[in-house]
């Protein structure tokens, strides 16, 4: 069964720092992968989107990175703000389109002053 | 344009009710999908409409569950005699294409379904 596995579950990190999300997928064939960020109450906003030969994507301080071959990704925020406070959801697209996407259940990310 | 639009953004229904979910993508998106979302899990998915093919029904959880799409735009999630464990938020999204290709995926605000 296809899976996407995100850690750490929650994060609380301080105003200004740095951190790193993880995400794990089994997804095979793979086409690519996306991070979205929910705030809550909203619904989820494209972040990046990456295909099988791209190993990072930059979206301001959000950085991407992909690794096909372990099938792994992180996502890194630079000089977190309050407002980074939001879920953080890793979804996988399997090869052949369509509805093909998977989602892990995210990272949730407390950004305090 | 404006973006996804979702309607209600709150419904609360007795047991038993039928309801209506609402869904206007964006002008010009030919896919359109439905997710649901309970809390502290992932994003589910129950159907996805592209273009004029017949749309992908192949996550609706239960016969209670349908959707339809008219004109290739509004799109319509009703969910019959519902169930307390229908209770969760309902999220509608739009893509140029296909979500599986690297089409962007732009999302509505939800709408959150509450069954007492």
């Known amino acids: 069964k296809n899976q996407v596995e995100q850690s750490p579950q929650s994060l609380i990190i301080l105003e200004g720092k740095n951190c790193t999300l993880q995400?794990?997928?089994?997804?095979?064939?793979?086409?690519?992968l996306r991070w979205y960020k929910q705030d809550t109450g909203r619904g989820p906003v494209s972040l990046t989107i990456?295909?099988?030969?791209?190993n990072t994507k930059s979206n301001g301080r959000y950085t991407a990175t992909l690794d096909a071959d372990t099938k792994q990704s992180s996502l890194h925020i630079t000089a977190s703000q309050l407002s980074d406070s939001a879920s953080y959801i890793c979804?996988?697209?399997?090869?052949?389109?369509?509805?093909?996407?998977?989602f892990g259940t995210g990272t949730q990310l407390k950004v305090e002053l | 344009g404006a973006g996804v639009s979702q309607s209600p953004s709150n419904k609360v229904t007795e047991k038993g009710k039928d309801v209506e979910l609402r869904c206007d993508p964006i002008?010009?998106?030919?896919?359109l999908y439905w997710y649901r979302q309970s809390l502290g899990q992932g994003l589910e998915f129950l159907i996805y409409?592209?273009?004029?093919?017949?749309?992908?029904k192949s996550g609706l959880p239960s016969d209670r569950f349908s959707a339809e799409r008219t004109g290739g735009s509004v799109s319509t999630l009703t969910i019959q005699r519902t169930q307390q464990e229908d209770s969760a938020v309902y999220l509608c999204?739009?893509?140029?294409?296909?979500?599986?290709?690297?089409?962007?995926?732009?999302f509505g605000p939800g709408t959150r379904l509450t069954v007492t």
């Open positions: 999204a739009s893509s140029l294409g296909l979500a599986g290709g690297p089409y962007e995926q732009y």
């Open positions: 995400c794990n997928y089994t997804v095979s064939p793979f086409s690519n």
């Open positions: 990456m295909t099988f030969s791209e």
């Open positions: 979804v996988v697209s399997g090869a052949g389109g369509g509805n093909k996407l998977t």
């Open positions: 002008s010009g998106h030919t896919a």
């Open positions: 409409f592209q273009g004029n093919s017949a749309p992908d």
